[in-house]
């Protein structure tokens, strides 16, 4: 039984054993005995001072004191008031989408002023700069090593060809 309370306080109970050991707790005897000594280790080891004696009791007596306030409705001043907000937030958020869409665009406005000739076309040749002649034996050897080597769907017999140019070596 002390092992099913001390799982009852750590939480690891079921819900239904949970429910039958509560029940047997409301019944006294030994367990409930049990039940408070662990509360007090758990006190003891947390640093807090037990309750005093009567507390519950007490507690329970406070509380049955107390008045019971029910909160009004709200008015239907303040609902309307609320209403007129949300109508005027509504308002403006379809005024300011509306005047984004609608509002000139200067960009737009001197596209369509643009001379329609297009700009002359001026053609630019890359610019070829030799490897030294040791680059192509380099990565020729290296070519196992290469990462596209991994890729799926990749052909792995694909070589690379090149062609050798005679220059002078420096």
Partial sequence: MKDRISALMDGE????????????????????????TYHVIGDAMRETGPLSAGFTARLAARLAEEVTVLAPGRSPAESRKWFALSA???LAAVAFVGWLALAPQPELARVAQAPSAPPPLVQIKPALVPLPSATNDYLLAHQGFSPRMSIQGLTPYARTVSDQVNEPRK
């Fill in 88 to 90: 005027a937030a509504s």
């Fill in 13 to 36: 109970l079921e819900d239904r054993a949970a429910a039958e050991l509560i029940n047997t707790l409301g019944q006294g005897g030994e367990a409930l005995d049990a039940w408070h």
